[in-house]
């Protein structure tokens, strides 16, 4: 046996010689160049997976598009601005708007209640991922329960006739987890929250994403006390050829202990909801079928009613070339205290012709008695200096109001405006160098502000000027000046007068290239403004102006950011027993940390 272990070694030692001896192929072999080969193929293949390259699994957004697009009018937060924003709620973001009057409580002076053009001027619209939000148990829209951590764009669009708002859902950007966790506190008045986000895909065709948010503060003399918890949980399902599924249900628990002497009741209730909808997308024209439902339990100090609501939608867009098309309809019943509309209906149609375009829409809601209409035309000029021209009006019946707190008030009122701008710069290509704009518009208003139905400026006339400078520096830097001043001039024929003056002044130095890390500077200034104290109208208690300075610093996984805030507060001197506070601080320090597979 031994001979053949020695061969079998003999073989092996010859074998590399036999190999040499072979004839070479004709084809000549050409090494991989250095430059072409990974330095470290591990840290390539965890710098980028292969399927976060891919979209998330997540139906399209759907969204309304704006008559025109100026910049004037028209305010939109990013994820970036939300995130270094101290909003926690839609009121905040609104009350920021020139022209809203808001009712702020809570140590950080957190808005509550919003009232657009001061308590009357036009209808307060909402709409999340372009389907237009409609209270179920309750008779309106409450911007205060709108909570901003699992959005991703909020826009605000001001008219005449209208205060418009599109909300864009959080949405992955690719199939790579996502989570981000905010820390904040109140320096002055023990203010403190927590908001945190987590998101990631679950399989090839789906995606999961949460919130959970909790803000608590003292207050003023402990007196208007604010304590909010939100939870929101969403899971989207591609089916197909255009078919997308998605549930989502939420989950608020609110505490407002308002000073009495404001006139505005305690929110102290609970509100759950979930939603199932399913979508088609076909490229010209999109549907939609949804089912609801909402319990609101309202605790024992909360003069609102609670109740149960369930409602049922479909609703149908259409698009060609200029041209667009949108119907909607849905069925409520609801058991309980709350009184709601058993059904409603709406229709809106927009077309765009050059420099042209024209928008109306028709809605109509039985049980509550509300129809209204509304159109707009709007014009604009060319070259470095342009004209823009929007006409806007409008029409609301009342015929019967029901639910909450509201109380019966006029039988139709019309809602009509105008306005006139100027915008001009100079350009190269598509870049801004330099840009002005100034508007001047004025409304006849009337509308419905939270729970309550208050005509207080019924018939008078409030008349804005805007203006926006924007200019382009060296290395990528842009400075950007904004001002607005809103006056209500006219009286209406009867009753008390009413007066509202605001202005907000903003400026802010941004940096528009790619160089990280980020820095921003703002600069705010919020003139007085005053409303008369009409039955259920709320003041507005403090204008706030301050210095913001944010320092986001961007690594390729963890990313740091800082938010400070330095706040003037006067009260209204017509609120004598509430404490001043002329100096107040806030802070916000955040870490978000994205972790892959």
Do not use: C, K
Request: proline letters at 8%; zero cysteines.
């Amino acid at each position: 046996m031994a001979w053949r272990w020695r061969a079998g070694l003999l073989g092996l030692a010859a074998l590399p010689a036999w190999a040499a001896a072979q004839q070479r192929p004709d084809t000549v072999r050409v090494p991989v160049p250095p430059a072409a080969r990974a330095p470290d193929t591990v840290r390539a293949a965890r710098a980028a997976p292969a399927d976060s390259l891919l979209p998330a699994p997540l139906p399209p957004p759907w969204r309304t598009p704006p008559v025109s697009a100026p910049a004037l009018g028209r305010w939109v937060l990013d994820r970036d601005s939300l995130r270094l924003h101290a909003a926690e709620s839609l009121a905040e973001v609104l009350a920021e708007v020139p022209g809203v009057v808001a009712l702020r409580g809570g140590g950080w002076g957190h808005a509550v209640a919003v009232g657009p053009w001061g308590l009357g001027g036009g209808r307060l619209v909402v709409e999340q991922d372009g389907w237009v939000l409609d209270p179920l148990v309750r008779p309106a829209v409450d911007p205060f329960l709108v909570p901003l951590l699992d959005l991703e764009r909020v826009e605000v669009e001001r008219t005449p006739t209208l205060l418009r708002l599109r909300l864009d859902p959080f949405r992955l950007a690719s199939r790579e987890p996502f989570s981000r966790l905010d820390g904040l506190t109140e320096s002055v008045q023990d203010g403190r929250g927590l908001r945190g986000l987590f998101a990631r895909p679950v399989g090839p065709r789906a995606a999961f994403w949460g919130t959970y948010a909790i803000t608590n503060s003292r207050g003023a003399a402990r007196r208007d006390e604010l304590a909010a918890t939100a939870a929101t949980a969403h899971l989207g399902l591609l089916l197909g050829r255009g078919w997308a599924l998605q549930l989502e249900t939420r989950a608020l628990g609110v505490d407002r202990r308002v000073p009495p002497e404001l006139g505005w009741p305690r929110d102290h209730a609970d509100v759950t909801g979930t939603a199932l909808r399913l979508r088609r997308d076909a490229g010209a024209w999109r549907a939609e079928l949804g089912v609801a439902g909402e319990r609101v339990r309202a605790r024992a100090d909360d003069p609102r009613p609670s109740g149960r609501a369930r409602q049922l939608w479909a609703r149908l867009r259409a698009e060609q070339g200029g041209l667009w098309v949108e119907g909607a309809g849905w069925w409520r019943a609801l058991s309980g205290e709350a009184r709601a509309p058993t059904a409603a209906a709406e229709a809106r149609a927009g077309a765009r012709a050059g420099r042209l375009a024209a928008w109306a829409e028709g809605r109509w809601a039985s049980g509550l008695g509300v129809a209204a209409t509304a159109w707009r035309l709007a014009a604009r000029g060319g070259g470095r200096w342009a004209v823009t021209a929007d006409l806007e009006g409008g029409r609301t019946w009342l015929l019967r109001a029901g639910g909450g707190v509201a109380p019966p008030i006029v039988r139709a009122v019309p809602s009509v405006g105008w306005r006139v701008g100027l915008e001009g710069g100079a350009r190269r290509g598509d870049v801004a160098l330099a840009w002005v704009q100034a508007r001047v518009d004025s409304v006849v208003p009337f509308g419905l502000v939270g729970d309550t139905a208050a005509p207080a400026l019924r018939g008078a006339t409030v008349r804005t000027v805007e203006a926006l400078g924007h200019l382009r520096l060296r290395g990528g830097f842009a400075l950007e000046a904004r001002g607005t001043a809103a006056l209500g001039v006219a009286p209406p024929p009867a009753g008390p007068r009413a007066e509202m003056r605001g202005a907000l002044v903003y400026h802010r130095l941004h940096y528009t290239g790619n160089l990280e890390p980020r820095l921003w500077a703002e600069v705010r200034w919020r003139g007085p403004g005053r409303v008369p104290a009409v039955p259920a109208a709320p003041r507005w208690v403090d204008q706030p102006g301050y210095v913001a300075v944010a320092v986001g610093g961007v690594v390729r996984i963890i990313d740091v950011h800082v938010h400070a805030e330095l706040e003037n507060i006067r009260n209204d001197p017509a609120v004598a027993d509430l404490p001043q506070r002329p100096l107040g601080a806030r802070a916000i320090v955040g870490v978000r940390w994205v972790f892959r597979n």
